[in-house]
């Protein structure tokens, strides 16, 4: 299932789809559900303080036989009460990893320019491979940008076809620093928001490839560059989703017509 990896701004590579711990799935213990996104092919493992179930990714990891190396891991600082460096800790002991693949700023709160100072010794000393952000603007990677001695390998974002045109200049000017986008929660646009303006170029672009919306969908995220965050109980769905790395891509045309669909807005706002 050739999804190919994606060259960060500090040389490494990430895998282009990552199965992530979030969501529903917050402090739950969700160890089987990894196990069997390991299983389906995910070699990229997302997870975070915040969704307070490391122990449930060390876990399926032990439980997998896998070597720790051969995945690819992130987590993202998201306890204020500690430092980066301490809360690192914290995610290396349960996770059952002696450095992470890629450490994020979960997002802009606080002194976050200070503990990038602190992200980037991190890195200095191999704690983490790569380091980067989540849930940034173009104010706040301003802000970062102009004190930083490494420029942040990603920035993980909200991303679907109906705020993709808001999301226009901070796309501008990540590209312009080489900042890779990681996109969580591209199905809202038709989980969320089912019978809107792009369902229909979604269904078109489905039936002449004979696949289903959801791939649709992640084919486009995948045509912007993305790195796709995603997640399922179920591994069927799984299966579904690796299965777009073997697809052939949307048209030109068929992109561009989403990308009008979306810029109309969600149902509702038309």
């Given at each position: 299932?050739?999804?190919?990896?994606?060259?960060?701004?500090?040389?490494?590579?990430?895998?282009?789809?990552?199965?992530?711990?979030?969501?529903?799935?917050?402090?739950?213990?969700?160890?089987?559900?990894?196990e069997?996104?390991?299983?389906?092919?995910?070699?990229?493992?997302?997870?975070?303080?915040?969704?307070?179930?490391?122990?449930?990714?060390?876990?399926?990891?032990?439980?997998?036989?896998?070597?720790?190396?051969?995945?690819?891991?992130?987590?993202?600082?998201?306890?204020p009460?500690?430092?980066?460096?301490?809360?690192?800790?914290?995610?290396?002991?349960?996770?059952?990893?002696?450095?992470?693949?890629?450490?994020?700023?979960?997002?802009?709160?606080?002194?976050?320019?200070?503990?990038?100072?602190?992200?980037?010794?991190?890195?200095?000393?191999?704690?983490?491979?790569?380091?980067?952000?989540?849930?940034?603007?173009?104010?706040?990677?301003?802000?970062?940008?102009?004190?930083?001695?490494?420029?942040?390998?990603?920035?993980?974002?909200?991303?679907h076809?109906?705020?993709?045109?808001?999301?226009?200049?901070?796309?501008?000017?990540?590209?312009?620093?080489g900042?890779?986008?990681?996109?969580y929660?591209?199905?809202?646009?038709?989980?969320?928001?089912?019978?809107g303006p792009?369902?229909?170029?979604?269904?078109?672009?489905a039936?002449?490839?004979?696949?289903?919306?959801?791939?649709?969908?992640?084919?486009?995220?995948?045509a912007?560059?993305?790195?796709?965050?995603t997640?399922?109980?179920?591994?069927?769905?799984l299966?579904?989703?690796?299965?777009?790395?073997?697809?052939?891509?949307?048209?030109?045309?068929?992109?561009?017509?989403i990308?009008?669909?979306?810029?109309?807005?969600?149902?509702g706002?038309?």
């Amino acid at each position: 299932m050739p999804f190919s990896d994606i060259q960060l701004n500090d040389g490494r590579k990430i895998p282009s789809i990552a199965f992530g711990s979030g969501s529903v799935n917050k402090g739950k213990d969700i160890h089987t559900y990894i196990e069997q996104a390991i299983e389906a092919g995910f070699s990229h493992i997302d997870t975070a303080q915040h969704y307070r179930n490391e122990e449930s990714v060390g876990r399926a990891i032990r439980e997998s036989g896998l070597e720790p190396s051969t995945l690819y891991i992130t987590s993202k600082y998201g306890l204020p009460h500690e430092t980066p460096r301490k809360a690192l800790e914290g995610s290396l002991t349960k996770i059952g990893v002696k450095y992470l693949d890629l450490y994020l700023i979960h997002a802009p709160r606080g002194d976050y320019v200070g503990a990038w100072t602190e992200f980037e010794k991190i890195r200095e000393e191999g704690l983490a491979k790569s380091i980067g952000v989540s849930n940034f603007g173009v104010e706040e990677l301003q802000t970062l940008l102009k004190q930083a001695k490494v420029i942040p390998a990603v920035n993980q974002i909200r991303f679907h076809p109906y705020n993709y045109t808001q999301l226009k200049p901070l796309l501008e000017y990540q590209a312009t620093h080489g900042i890779i986008t990681e996109a969580y929660g591209s199905l809202a646009a038709i989980t969320t928001y089912p019978g809107g303006p792009v369902d229909a170029p979604i269904k078109q672009a489905a039936d002449r490839l004979g696949i289903t919306p959801t791939q649709v969908i992640f084919l486009w995220v995948k045509a912007k560059g993305a790195v796709i965050v995603t997640t399922s109980s179920n591994k069927r769905h799984l299966e579904e989703y690796l299965a777009v790395g073997d697809l052939p891509p949307l048209t030109p045309e068929e992109i561009e017509e989403i990308d009008k669909a979306g810029a109309k807005g969600p149902p509702g706002t038309t």
